[in-house]
């Protein structure tokens, strides 16, 4: 590809503490492109994702998004990479006293500078898009997990971001709406949103990843497209971990 990445991360570093929670992370994630980040509970997938948004700062190295490099010093640089990064949690985090419309209108509106009109227009849009039109006017409590991870992520969407980072966002969840998540994320893997995606669902992973990202220890030991990864991988440790799985 001859395009710059969208996301570029060089040398990321990230104590907590005396405790390194990131070694060198060098990553690039391609418009368009998904990537997935797998690797045992505590490897640092969370901290890694969140250093892309910035709801974890890293201590040292370079992060560029959309060819502008993020001064890891200013607060202003992080703000905007808040709104242009979108983040989809494992528990969701709609807020609870909120309508599923106004969730999904509060920042178009403070962020993006949408009118009432414009953000719930937008807002219903999405919510067709992912079956759940007539949730509009319910609380989040009302709603399922699965109707809540989806809400979720077309609330991501409706801030129209550069990209969506997913952590987890299937482990709380039912079987049986675990479904229709990775159904939606599928679309939009279809309909070309960069991704990046924290999951245990290998399936998901073989089918809609362009690469494959094996994560321990803070650090990533291999990477590459799912075939690979999966059907041959290179080190000791993706291998005891894969084998895990099966
Ligand atoms: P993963 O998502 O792969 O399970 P995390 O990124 O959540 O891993 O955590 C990586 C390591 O960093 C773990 O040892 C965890 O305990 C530690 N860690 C994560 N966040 C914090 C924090 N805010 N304070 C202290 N330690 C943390
Ligand atoms: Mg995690």
Avoid at 64 to 89: C, H, K, N, P, Y
Avoid at 196 to 203: A, N, P
Wanted: glycine share 10%; hydrophobic share 45%; charged share 20%.
């Amino acid at each position: 590809m001859s395009a710059e990445p969208l996301i570029s991360l060089r040398g990321l570093e990230k104590r907590f503490g005396a405790f390194q929670a990131l070694h060198g992370i060098d990553l690039d994630v391609e418009a368009g492109s998904v990537v997935v980040l797998i690797g045992p509970s505590g490897s640092g997938k969370s901290t890694l994702i969140r250093c892309i948004n910035g709801l974890v700062r890293p201590d040292a190295g370079s992060l560029s998004v959309a060819g502008r490099s993020v001064d890891l010093g200013d607060e202003g640089a992080w703000q905007r990479l808040r709104t242009e990064i979108g983040m989809v949690f494992q528990d969701y985090a709609l807020f609870p006293h909120l309508t599923v419309l106004r969730n999904m209108t509060l920042a178009p509106m403070r962020r993006l500078g949408l009118s009432r009109a414009e953000a719930e227009a937008q807002a219903r849009a999405l919510l067709a898009r992912v079956g759940l039109a007539h949730k509009a006017e319910d609380f989040p409590g009302a709603l399922s997990g699965g109707q809540q991870q989806r809400v979720a992520i077309v609330r991501a969407l409706a801030m129209r971001p550069k990209a969506i980072l997913f952590d987890e966002p299937t482990s709380a969840l039912d079987p049986e709406t675990i479904v229709d998540v990775l159904d939606v994320m599928r679309g939009l893997a279809r309909d070309g949103t960069t991704m990046v995606v924290v999951t245990h669902e290998m399936g998901f992973a073989r089918e809609v990843a362009d690469r494959v990202v094996f994560m321990a220890e803070g650090a990533i030991v291999e990477e590459g497209p799912p075939d690979a990864l999966f059907g041959a991988p290179l080190h000791a440790r993706t291998q005891a971990f894969l084998s895990l799985l099966r």
